[in-house]
């Protein structure tokens, strides 16, 4: 399984516009939607806040992999967002969250679900790529950036 295989360059945002967490999980709601004309960006972004109602999503870090499973989905689904700024996320380190990659599954993808959570979390494991997503001028040289890393595993 590749990133890219869910992950379309049109749900890579640049610079989020969010301030709070849950402005982050509209915004990546609507990226996806965008990207994904079918799927309703208040579906998204209510899956994904209920998720984080029960624990946290921030990995430490300064990253989030905001996740959740919706019924009427056949595929995986991501966007993804950075913010310079730094967010509060409740990340379990505490410290503000940079590196947001949202994720929706079917809702009986337990398998297929967890793969890609695990994909995610090993990619973004490097701080030299953090730094380099970080360092990125636009969203095509990010999905680049993660298209090029997803590939080398």
Do not use: C, W
């Not at 990226?31 to 994904?36: E, K, L």
């Not at 409740?90 to 947001?100: E, N, S, V």
């Not at 030299?128 to 890393?149: G, H, P, T, V, W």
């Amino acid at each position: 399984m590749k990133i890219a295989e869910f992950l379309q360059p049109h749900a890579v945002v640049a610079e989020l516009a969010a301030h709070s967490k849950q402005e982050v999980l509209q915004e990546l709601s609507q990226a996806m939607a965008t990207a994904n004309p079918a799927l309703s960006q208040e579906r998204l972004v209510n899956a994904l806040r209920e998720r984080e109602k029960l624990s946290s999503t921030g990995i430490g870090e300064g990253i989030a992999i905001p996740h959740a499973k919706l019924s009427e989905l056949t595929q995986l689904l991501a966007s993804f967002g950075v913010s310079h700024a730094g967010i509060d996320f409740d990340a379990i380190d505490g410290k503000p969250t940079h590196l947001f990659f949202a994720l929706i599954a079917p809702e009986n993808s337990a398998g297929i679900h967890l793969k890609a959570l695990a994909r995610i979390s090993r990619l973004f494991k490097s701080a030299q790529f953090r730094s380099s997503i970080m360092q990125a001028k636009s969203a095509d040289e990010i999905y680049e950036l993660i298209a090029r890393e997803d590939g080398r595993s």
